[in-house]
C-alpha cells in the first residue's frame, strides 16, 4: 500500500512538472521508486535516478563536498530543454542526488558550463562573509534559433551561498553576449593567477576564444586558438584549461581540452587535447604535430572536464566524462535513465619523447580505496606461465576491477575475452604486430539499437612485453587503462548481466605475469 501511494506521488510528480515553472523541492531523486537494479543500470558509476542526462558541468570542490552537476531533462529519457540537475559526494564514489539546480527561462534552456569559487568576492555575490558558489552556463534560446538567428546562444552566472543547495540568477543576465557565431557555447572558467583575472574558456564553432573578467560579470575578448590544430571535422564543445606539472619535475605546461562531435578517433563524438603554454592571454599549442591527441580512444568518453576549487594542498586534477557518444546516446537500450558518468580519473602529464607531453587518465584513489582488496587469480601467484589459453572465473559482486599483466603473443593475435553466463562477449585484441588494440562489441550484449554501436574499436597503442591493463568493469561499462592510464579506452555495453569471466587465448604461447580482480559492492545499494 505504502509502496503504491509513493508511486502514484512520483507519477503524479512527473505529470505536474512543468520545465520552465520551478517547484524548489523537485528532485531529480526518489529513492523509495528507484531501485538502482534495473537492466543495465551501473553499479559504480554515476548515473541520474531517472530520465535523460548528458555532459557533466559545474564541476567544483567546496566545503568538504565534490559537486556534479549535469546536463538532465528531468520530462523524458531523450535529450529536450536541458537544466542543470545536481550531486554531491565526500568521496568521488558515494552520490547524493539534490534538487535540480538550475531551470531553463526566458532566456533559453540551460546548456554545459561550470563554477568557481569566489574565495574573494571578486563577483560581489557573497553576503554575511558566505563566500559565494558561482556557475557559468549557456542560454540556448531555442525561439531564436527557429527564428533563423545565429546569435542564440549567450553566457549568463547564478550564484550560491548555501553550498550550492539553492541558486540565484543573475538579474543581468546574459553577462555574454553573442556576435553572431551559432556555436558559441560551454564556458570553463578559472582563476589565472597571472593576470589576476578570471579567464572564460569558450567554444567558438570549431575553435576556443579566450575571455577575461575581473568579476565574473564584464568579459573582455583576449585571443583565439584553433586554427590549423588538432581536429575540425565537427562542432567543438566543452573545453577546459589548465596548468598542470609535468610528473616526476618543476615544469608546469599548460594543458587545454577540446571535446569534438563528430570527429573522434572512433567516429563521432571525443575529446581531444593540446599541450602548450598559456600567459594570462594567448595559449600556444607546443606540439610541432598538428594531429590531436585524444584523452580516450574508446567510443565512450566525452564533454570531461575537470573539477575546480580542489585544495592545493591535494592538488590533483581529476576529471570526469560522459559515458556515451552522440552517435547513439539517445537510442541505448536503458528505460529508466538513460547514461552514466565514467569514474572520476586523475589526470597527469607525463613526458613520452623530447618534448613531447601525454595525458595519463586513471581511476583516482577514492576509487582505488573503494571495496576490497585484490584477489590474486593465478594459482601461483607472480608465477610465469606460458600457455595459450588462461582462464579466470571472476566470482560474484556488483562490480569488477581486473587487472591483468601480460606478454602478448609475437607473432599472432591475443585475445583477452571478458564473458557472462549468457555467453555474451567483450573481446579486447591485442595485436603486436601491428601495435594495435581491437574491441570487438558485437557479441556484448544488445548491439541493435543503432549500427554504429556495433562497428571495431580500433586503437594505436604500444605493445611491448610486459602490457599492464586494467579494466573497470560494470553492468553497462568497460573502462581500459593501459600502462597506467597511457592509454584510455572507455567503452559502453548493454549485456543481460555483468561479465565475469576472462579468457585469454591466442594461438601461440603468451605469458600472463599477474591477474587480479577487487569485488566492488554497488554505490546505491
Ligand atoms: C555537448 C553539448 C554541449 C552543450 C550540451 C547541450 O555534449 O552539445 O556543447 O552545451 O551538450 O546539452
Keep these: 500500500m505504502k509502496k503504491n501511494i509513493w508511486l502514484l506521488i512520483f507519477i503524479l510528480g512527473v505529470v505536474f512538472s512543468s520545465c520552465t515553472e520551478p517547484s524548489p523541492k523537485k528532485k531529480a531523486d526518489d529513492k523509495t521508486v528507484i531501485a538502482y537494479s534495473e537492466l543495465y543500470r551501473p553499479q559504480v558509476h554515476f548515473t541520474p535516478p531517472a530520465k535523460w542526462m548528458n555532459d557533466p558541468n559545474g564541476m567544483v570542490y567546496f566545503d568538504g563536498e565534490y559537486h556534479l552537476f549535469y546536463q538532465y531533462y528531468p520530462d523524458s529519457t531523450v535529450w529536450g530543454p536541458m537544466h542543470w540537475g545536481h550531486a554531491v559526494s565526500k568521496d568521488l564514489m558515494h552520490w547524493e542526488h539534490l534538487p535540480i539546480a538550475l531551470y531553463p527561462d526566458s532566456l533559453g534552456y540551460i546548456f554545459s558550463g561550470s563554477a568557481v569559487v569566489d574565495d574573494n568576492n571578486t563577483s560581489g555575490f557573497g553576503k554575511d562573509g558566505k563566500v559565494p558558489l558561482v556557475a557559468l552556463f549557456t542560454y540556448h534560446n531555442m525561439k531564436q534559433e527557429k527564428a533563423g538567428r545565429n546569435d ?6 547564478a550564484f550560491s551561498l548555501d553550498k550550492g543547495r539553492t541558486w540565484e540568477k543573475y538579474k543581468e543576465n546574459p553577462v555574454l553576449k553573442n556576435p553572431g557565431i551559432r556555436d558559441f557555447r560551454d564556458p570553463k572558467v578559472s582563476w589565472n593567477d597571472a593576470s589576476k583575472k578570471w579567464i572564460l574558456t569558450l567554444a567558438t564553432l570549431d575553435c576556443i576564444t579566450f575571455f577575461s573578467s575581473p568579476d565574473l560579470k564584464n568579459w573582455t575578448k583576449q585571443s583565439e586558438f584553433g586554427k590549423g590544430m588538432g581536429g575540425h571535422s565537427g562542432v567543438w564543445e566543452c573545453p577546459d584549461l589548465f596548468p598542470i606539472k609535468v610528473e616526476g619535475s618543476d615544469l608546469e605546461k599548460w594543458v587545454l581540452l577540446v571535446s569534438i562531435n563528430p570527429g573522434g578517433p572512433n567516429g563521432g563524438s571525443a575529446t581531444q587535447y593540446f599541450v602548450g603554454n598559456f600567459d ?6 607546443e606540439r610541432k604535430n598538428p594531429e590531436p591527441r585524444w584523452i580516450d580512444s574508446g567510443k565512450d568518453n566525452y564533454a570531461g572536464v575537470t573539477w575546480s576549487g580542489i585544495p592545493k594542498t591535494d592538488g590533483r586534477r581529476l576529471f570526469l566524462g560522459w559515458m556515451s557518444n552522440w552517435q547513439y546516446a539517445t537510442v541505448v537500450p536503458t528505460q529508466a535513465w538513460r547514461s552514466a558518468m565514467t569514474i572520476p580519473r586523475e589526470l597527469k602529464l607525463v613526458q613520452v619523447a623530447d618534448e613531447e607531453y601525454a595525458i595519463k587518465g586513471y581511476p583516482t584513489s577514492e576509487f ?18 606460458s600457455v595459450s589459453l588462461a582462464q579466470f572465473a571472476l566470482g560474484k559482486a556488483a562490480a569488477f576491477d581486473y587487472s591483468v599483466e601480460l606478454d602478448p603473443s609475437e607473432s599472432s593475435k591475443t585475445t583477452i575475452q571478458l564473458s557472462n553466463n549468457f555467453n555474451e562477449t567483450f573481446d579486447i585484441v591485442l595485436d603486436k604486430t601491428i601495435q594495435q588494440i581491437r574491441i570487438n562489441r558485437m557479441k556484448s550484449g544488445d548491439v541493435s539499437f543503432n549500427p554504429e554501436f556495433q562497428k571495431e574499436i580500433l586503437v594505436p597503442v604500444n605493445l611491448i612485453d610486459h602490457v599492464k591493463i586494467r579494466l573497470v568493469i560494470d553492468q553497462a561499462s568497460v573502462e581500459m587503462f593501459i600502462d597506467g592510464g597511457l592509454t584510455e579506452i572507455t567503452n559502453i555495453v548493454f549485456p543481460k548481466e555483468i561479465y565475469n569471466k576472462v579468457d585469454i587465448r591466442s594461438d601461440q604461447k603468451f605469458s600472463v605475469f599477474s591477474s587480479k580482480v577487487r569485488k566492488l559492492n554497488s554505490i546505491w545499494h
Design 152 to 157: 542564440y546562444q549567450t553566457q549568463g552566472i
Design 280 to 285: 594570462g592571454k594567448v595559449f600556444t599549442n
Design 368 to 385: 582505488e580505496n573503494y571495496g576490497a582488496k585484490w584477489d590474486d587469480l593465478l594459482s601461483n601467484p607472480g608465477q610465469f606461465q
